[in-house]
């Protein structure tokens, strides 16, 4: 029987085929799962497996750019499922995994059309945050985008403050400070940690999101230094 790690590498295989594997930034929780091929050859890092939801992030551009590649029928072709929700949203389905595309917030619509892919998207606050500096790894075979860690510790803890449900909360919260744990081992961290911090919370609205969970950081180390990262000016 494939292991969910194997179905994942399908899915990568079948973008390359396909031809949008460069195009597109693995989020959420397969992002922190392949930190562990950027963190390798610096320390331990065992990151809980991820789940079976693949979070895709698209470029914001490729919303209004004229068709490239028909992806909705390329996945098609490529034995992937489609589920049609009633907010016209289209989730793809193979072996276990569910896909879902985004997008950063652009206008009021919460489901757009990816005109470049024929595609529906999802529109979520805060994620343009992970398009600024994306690192490469290599996962198998195949060159995998993801978001600079800085970005995704940042990114998670803004979000977990919206999250209506305290499991869900308390989730992104662990997976912030798990990537924290080993960032915090690197040379410069508190330096870096700082800039990222101030450049993703001159916004008050985000600052207030993330001052609002770090009381439920487990480390209180890090509490106080993304305190102290948080309110320098």
């Not at 895709?56 to 029928?73: G, R, V």
């Not at 985004?102 to 343009?128: C, D, W």
């Not at 609205?205 to 009381?215: D, E, F, G, I």
Request: hydrophobic share 40%.
């Amino acid at each position: 029987m494939k292991s969910i790690e194997n179905h994942v590498e399908s899915v990568l295989e079948d973008f390359e085929k396909i031809g949008i594997l460069q195009d597109v930034l693995f989020i959420g929780a397969w992002a922190r799962y392949f930190y562990k091929e950027h963190f390798k050859s610096e320390t331990d890092y065992y990151p809980r497996l991820a789940t079976k939801d693949l979070d895709i992030l698209l470029p914001k551009e490729k919303a209004k750019q004229s068709l490239q590649i028909d992806l909705h029928q390329k996945l098609l072709e490529f034995g992937y499922q489609h589920q049609i929700f009633r907010n016209s949203l289209i989730k793809y389905y193979k072996n276990e995994l569910e896909l879902e595309f985004l997008l950063p917030t652009h206008g009021s619509k919460r489901i757009v059309s990816v005109k470049a892919l024929n595609i529906k998207a999802q529109q979520l606050p805060y994620l343009e945050m992970l398009w600024e500096s994306p690192i490469h790894i290599r996962y198998g075979k195949y060159q995998v985008s993801i978001p600079d860690p800085y970005d995704f510790v940042v990114h998670k803890l803004i979000i977990s403050s919206s999250r209506s449900v305290r499991q869900t909360k308390l989730q992104d919260i662990r997976d912030a400070e798990e990537v924290l744990v080993v960032l915090m081992q690197e040379k410069g961290f508190e330096s870096k940690l700082s800039r990222v911090c101030i450049k993703y919370t001159k916004n008050k609205k985000a600052k207030s999101k993330v001052l609002k969970v770090l009381p439920f950081l487990l480390d209180p180390g890090l509490r106080k230094l993304l305190n102290k990262a948080i309110e320098e000016k």
